[in-house]
């Protein structure tokens, strides 16, 4: 066999290999295989939720798109929120919301959901330096491709499994569905949810001791509103928790609200603030609201939007 003949048996079989990886990807990678690999598939989006954890279990674009489906707005919400570890405000989630961003969308809804950790940062940053932020590690900073199906980038880069365990998804408590909610079904027996408010509990604690106010933190929130806000209507949102959590954010950053307020006046958005309804909803661990508790927090924010723009 001569090196044409060689090099081009090779391609053909490169080839193959690649289709077949592709179709398999394709087929296989879904809202099971973790919670995050599907927000980076879907295309760019006119309509956002952004936040960190908080945001990605408790709020349902279902509840809202059900509710503002015949509004102003051009096209359904898109929930695009991870966690504190990879989503506080900052340049890394700032970039990346906007790869995800339909740059040419005019008629947009964006809920930017807030609390005292998104604006945070260790207190041994003494110089709230943004290049050591700790989610200048994470996949939502370092990723090149926010809108690609199959995203190769994530699979090959930040899955953490081999290719073959795709296809061997089992039934989970955790769901990540097309619209970017991310559904938790964990066992909700009293033991159970006690157990999970004590771990987040002490675990919140300890990063409270341990936490400070960013203003570099909130300079890329303020930059979030301002890219956002080219492309539509804002709204703030701090969503509801349990007591317990309610009562470490106060402590950790009383003038929180105050700090948000004048963001909102500033930039003239509503700051719908369920704060003060903590421990009056259902959470999982005290921190996330369980789904049904969610999807009404869903519609009773989608409803004030809908008041204040009807």
């Not at 995050?36 to 709020?59: C, E, H, P, W």
């Not at 790869?99 to 807030?114: D, E």
């Not at 603030?273 to 519609?299: A, C, P, V």
Request: glycine content about 6%.
């Amino acid at each position: 066999m001569n090196k044409k003949t060689f090099f081009f048996r090779l391609g053909i079989i490169g080839i193959l290999i690649s289709i077949v990886v592709y179709l398999f990807t394709k087929k296989t990678a879904d809202g099971l295989c973790d919670s995050y690999y599907m927000r980076f598939t879907s295309s760019k989006q006119n309509s956002l939720i952004v936040g960190t954890s908080r945001s990605a279990q408790d709020l349902q674009p279902e509840a809202i798109n059900t509710i503002l489906k015949n509004s102003k707005y051009e096209s359904t919400v898109y929930n695009f929120s991870f966690t504190l570890d990879d989503s506080p405000f900052g340049p890394g989630y700032y970039n990346a919301i906007k790869k995800k961003l339909n740059g040419n969308s005019h008629r947009g809804l964006f809920i930017v959901t807030v609390d005292p950790w998104a604006v945070s940062t260790d207190t041994s940053n003494k110089n709230d330096d943004p290049d050591i932020f700790f989610e200048k590690r994470s996949f939502v900073t370092k990723m090149n491709f926010v809108n690609m199906s199959p995203n190769f980038e994530y699979i090959f880069r930040f899955y953490g499994k081999p290719l073959i365990a795709l296809a061997y998804k089992k039934k989970k408590s955790v769901r990540l569905h097309d619209d970017g909610w991310l559904e938790v079904s964990p066992p909700m027996d009293s033991m159970s949810v006690l157990a999970r408010i004590k771990e987040k509990t002490d675990k919140y604690t300890s990063v409270a001791n341990s936490s400070k106010f960013s203003l570099t933190r909130y300079f890329y929130l303020e930059k979030i509103i301002e890219l956002l806000q080219q492309h539509g209507d804002v709204f703030l949102v701090r969503l509801p928790v349990g007591k317990e959590m309610s009562l470490i954010e106060k402590k950790m950053m009383p003038d929180f609200d105050k700090k948000v307020e004048e963001a909102s006046i500033k930039y003239n958005i509503q700051y719908i603030n369920f704060i003060n309804e903590s421990g009056n909803f259902l959470t999982i661990d005290g921190n996330h609201l369980y789904k049904s508790e969610g999807y009404k927090i869903s519609q009773k924010i989608a409803l004030l939007i809908s008041g204040k723009n009807g």
